[in-house]
């Protein structure tokens, strides 16, 4: 296990549920991602949050809906979700810049949106 | 805005080669650049990370440049091994904000065949 965990490992939902993914890191880091991987296309950034406030949203629609309780949780709340929305969803965290460590990624989320 | 793009796409290799995959980016005022593996279906670990002041980094049998007046980065791989066989993933960490903000490639996928 890395130090950021995410659950589930998997998720399958149907277009008129809500369901929640849990981040969490074990590595003091002030800063925590969400980004979004759909098949053949690069990472996408979700969102940031920096010290719990939330720094950047990369035009996200509002079915998705980030929360960061303090500086080692995140969550995504889904709700709507179509199902172009399937993917990988990674949870990540990281130093301020000027970091000898980079960033470290959580091992993900499935998500099958049916 | 800033783009990542590797090369090859793809690469199949014999057990025991020595190969080269190659990143280049389009703003070269990054904090820094970082290599990852990602095996099918999971997260993201870190190989190497580059502070935009270095020149390389090594671990193992891994090697990574960076150029950044260029925009490229190499990742060096010597004496490769199917255990070896994953997605690449390079990403640039840009400049201009506190926290960070990775830029993905696509990713090289590596077949080592024994």
């Known amino acids: 296990e890395t130090g950021v965990t995410q659950t589930p490992r998997h998720l399958v939902m149907g277009m008129t549920n809500k369901k929640s993914l849990k981040c969490e890191q074990h590595?003091?880091?002030?800063?925590m991602y969400w980004y979004k991987q759909s098949a053949k296309k690069p990472l996408e950034l979700m969102f940031v949050y920096n010290f719990k406030e939330q720094t950047e949203n990369n035009s996200v629609p509002s079915r998705f809906s980030p929360e960061c309780p303090n500086s080692s949780h995140l969550f995504l709340h889904l709700h709507t979700l179509q199902p172009e929305d399937s993917a990988l969803y990674l949870c990540a965290s990281s130093q301020e810049h000027g970091s000898n460590y980079g960033y470290t990624f959580g091992s993900g989320t499935r998500l099958t949106v049916v | 805005k800033q783009e990542v793009t590797q090369i090859p796409a793809a690469l199949s290799v014999p057990e025991g080669e020595n190969l080269v995959l190659n990143c280049s980016f389009t703003d070269s005022a990054i904090y820094n650049l970082q290599w990852f593996r990602q095996d099918p279906g999971k997260g993201l670990t870190s190989l190497l990370l580059i502070q935009s002041s270095q020149r390389e980094q090594t671990s193992g049998r891994l090697n990574a440049s960076l150029d950044k007046s260029s925009g490229r980065s190499t990742l060096y791989i010597a004496a490769s091994q199917p255990g070896d066989s994953a997605t690449y993933l390079c990403?640039?960490?840009?400049?201009?904000?506190?926290?960070?903000?990775?830029?993905f490639g696509q990713g090289t996928i590596l077949t080592v065949h024994p």
């Open positions: 590595l003091g880091h002030n800063a």
């Open positions: 990403a640039v960490w840009d400049g201009g904000t506190s926290y960070g903000k990775l830029t």
